[in-house]
């Protein structure tokens, strides 16, 4: 039998050319006809809060809590040191998704006078980084509230975040309007095409088999979206190390990074400076001032 289109719009182009794609859990999985990307177009609200307590934070004191922070030292490093790779010492810096503050803790380490702010939706997760962290200012509940916040940041970090938003071209488009002239974006998401999903399928614990998850990105879908949500330059993150594998086992891991079958997707996206400000910088460079085009 011929698979029958379903008539539910795509997060990333709008069409309402669906397949289906997957039946698993309490998600019906799609894939766009027109641009590829594969995503959640049914779901159960109030599953995915339950998954949210049972999978991440019970309460603040859960000790899965400090296990996972310890656990991932080398890989917060290794984002901080990619950050700083483009801006030595940033002036603020917004985590959306911050969890517990792994990260925010190592990026406090790595620069200690960058101002620090973050959203986190669980109310356990917020109670146990105030504890940690008191200086972190929190600006909104959720991603969605980000809207609503007045101040831009140089830079904003979404870590294994945009997989869980009902619309990430929205939230792209408010972390652009959020960025400091000229700021950065630091994005991770779980690599659809990874080895593990090619070898797994549906039985990958870090793509489909996780009940939070509801998009499903590759790197051409994530190129298009920071493209037309403002972002004039994106870098994919390929260099060796950054990760909790250590000794010999960092070069495969680099090779995979390399041919587009790691784990995760790693990018650095920047918002332009306005045209007389890059005109500035062209002359003072005596450089040719370039307009980029959209």
């Known amino acids: 039998m011929a698979e029958k289109d379903i008539p539910c719009s795509c997060p990333v182009c709008a069409s309402r050319q669906c397949r289906p794609f997957a039946q698993t ?44 922070i310890q656990a991932n030292r080398r890989v917060w490093r290794g984002l901080c040191q990619a950050i700083g790779t483009c801006i030595a010492q940033p002036r603020s810096l917004l985590d959306i998704g911050a969890g517990t503050g792994g990260f925010l803790l190592a990026f406090h380490e790595y620069s200690p006078t960058t101002v620090l702010a973050a959203i986190e939706s669980s109310s356990q997760a917020r109670d146990a980084l105030r504890e940690k962290m008191p200086q972190v200012a929190f600006v909104a509940d959720d991603a969605e509230g980000l809207d609503s916040v007045t101040e831009r940041f140089h830079v904003i970090t979404l870590l294994q975040t945009l997989e869980h938003v009902e619309d990430p071209r929205r939230l792209l488009r408010s972390v652009h309007d959020h960025l400091e002239a000229d700021g950065l974006l630091l994005l991770t998401v779980p690599n659809r095409w990874s080895y593990r999903s090619l070898l ?9 088999a996780n009940p939070t998850h509801l998009h499903f990105f590759s790197g051409r879908i994530l190129r298009r979206l920071l493209s037309e949500t403002g972002f004039v330059r994106a870098r994919r993150l390929r260099s060796m190390g950054g990760s909790n594998v250590t000794g010999p086992g960092q070069l495969p891991q680099w090779l995979l990074r ?30 040719p001032v370039r307009i980029l085009s959209r």
Not at 200 to 208: H, L
Not at 262 to 269: H, K, T, Y
């Open 258 to 287: 390399v041919v587009g079958l790691s784990a995760e997707l790693r990018f650095l996206a920047w918002r332009p400076l306005p045209v007389a400000a890059r005109s500035l910088r062209a002359i003072a460079c005596n450089q």
């Open 25 to 68: 859990d309490h998600r019906r999985i799609l894939a766009c006809r027109d641009c590829g990307h594969v995503f959640a177009g049914l779901y159960s609200r109030d599953e995915l809060r339950r998954q949210y307590a049972q999978r991440y934070y019970d309460t603040k004191d859960d000790p899965r809590i400090d296990a996972w």
């Open 200 to 208: 797994k399928g549906m039985r990958d614990e870090f793509n489909f």
